[in-house]
């Protein structure tokens, strides 16, 4: 009688200790063929020992997906079009990143014509409502397994992982006790956990910075670096056309040596508490400041102020994990079309952690010479701002006008809102 074949399931892998473990607790807990997916996004991992690590310990196949250039192009740059900051300051690298993960692994689900995706983010943290909203939006058929919130799962220690693999023989993945609770990919490193758990300490910067130079550390020269953009996403770096991958490289490289996109924050976490993470976004921060350079040469007053507006909330759903949603959609395609005319060069001036505009240009500038100039010209004359100010003024004045006849208000005479002021 031929054997019944088993149910798969897509596991989320990255071949640390709790995907490790999470490998034979699923054929244990769920009797599942365990596929292990791994999505590189410029963790710098050694991915063919990572494969080898998953086969050992279990899993029936391991597929790892090169997303570096998809995910620069497809969520990086989208975002950075769209100036998205979390809580003005956080440039939302784990938040970009894990709506693509999440379609990655529906994928591979459809492929291996899987039943469920496991993950193994904590019930604590954003990442679990991030993986699964991307679940959902594509596959709401799917059984999600989040480990550390099933009751099956009983490990509640990373003593008591170490100990789960050791009875099975199974070769544990080492970290050092004392390291920080990371996110690494190309975009930024997250740092948690330590000292950063108590919010009157400084951060132990030199223990913690992988890529980034502490400013006081960095070049007395300084540096120069001229970016180019075209309908708002960047395309070369100092005369160089450059993929968004080459991009986001080049400038992790220029923006480290520099001391650039150094963050500390104490942040609210969309499961309703607060969190305390530093961020290193070298070559982000760059991309971001030069950025917002050209959309003030080249949006008008009214798409500018708009623009802002759209830009708070896009940063929330990214951060809420919301990518694949019907506003999302809206609001990239509002981003595409002000963007149109978002094209020409920034340069900026590097400088010890610090950044400074040293010239833009765009065929599509709003900047018009003959009329900013203080000489009058022929687009501009003087008198004609009388007409525009008592237009512009006309409520001020009716108020006022209406405050001294009734004699109540800021403009009566001797009024209490006017100081008396010194006369010698």
């Known amino acids: 009688m031929a054997t019944k074949k088993k149910e798969k399931v897509i596991l989320a892998y990255s071949g640390g200790l709790d995907t490790t473990v999470i490998i034979p607790w699923l054929k244990e807990n769920y009797d599942y063929d365990v596929i292990a997916v791994c999505i590189d996004l410029g963790q710098g991992d050694d991915w063919k020992t990572i494969k080898a690590r998953a086969l050992k310990t279990g899993a029936a196949a391991c597929y790892v997906v090169d997303a570096r250039e998809e995910y620069c192009k497809e969520y990086v740059f989208p975002a950075v079009k769209a100036n998205c900051k979390y809580e003005d300051e956080y440039l939302l690298g784990t938040s970009t990143a894990r709506p693509l993960i999440g379609k990655i692994l529906v994928e591979y689900a459809r492929q291996e014509k899987a039943v469920a995706i496991c ?19 594509f596959a709401p058929d799917l059984k999600v397994i989040a480990a550390w919130r099933d009751d099956k799962w009983t490990l509640d220690s990373r003593e008591a992982e170490i100990a789960y693999l050791e009875e099975r023989k199974i070769p544990v993945p080492m970290k050092k006790a004392s390291s920080y609770s990371c996110d690494e990919n190309i975009w930024h490193i ?6 950063l758990e108590k919010t009157e300490n400084e951060p132990n910067w030199k223990n913690m910075l992988k890529e980034t130079k502490l400013p006081e550390e960095a070049s007395e020269k300084g540096e120069y670096v001229k970016i180019e953009f075209e309908k708002g996403e960047a395309v070369a770096v100092n005369g160089k056309k450059l993929s968004p991958l080459q991009i986001v490289e080049t400038l992790n490289k220029i923006g480290g040596r520099n001391g650039i996109g150094l963050v500390d924050l104490v942040e609210n976490r969309c499961v309703g508490m607060k969190s305390r993470g530093v961020y290193e976004t070298p070559g982000g921060t760059i991309l971001q400041f030069a950025h917002e350079q ?24 990214i951060y809420d994990g919301k990518w694949f949603t019907t506003l999302m959609d809206g609001f990239m395609a509002f981003q595409d079309k002000i963007e149109e005319n978002v094209t020409g060069w920034v340069n900026l001036r590097l400088y010890k952690g610090t950044m400074r505009g040293a010239g833009c240009w765009s065929p599509y ?15 501009y004359n003087h008198k004609d701002a009388e007409g525009f100010i008592t237009l512009f003024g006309l409520p001020l004045k009716v108020r006022a006008m209406m405050e001294q006849a009734t004699g109540k208000g800021q403009a009566v005479l001797n009024s209490k809102k006017l100081k008396k002021r010194p006369t010698e």
């Open 365 to 379: 500038s709003l900047y018009n010479e003959s009329i900013a100039s203080f000489a009058t010209g022929d687009l």
């Open 190 to 195: 997250s740092h948690e956990g330590l000292e």
């Open 119 to 137: 993950h193994g983010a904590t019930g604590k943290g954003n990442d679990q409502v991030r993986f699964e909203l991307a679940i959902k939006a």
């Open 294 to 317: 050209l959309d003030h040469l080249c949006l008008d007053r009214d798409t500018y102020s708009y623009k802002q507006m759209v830009s708070l909330k896009q940063s929330e759903l």
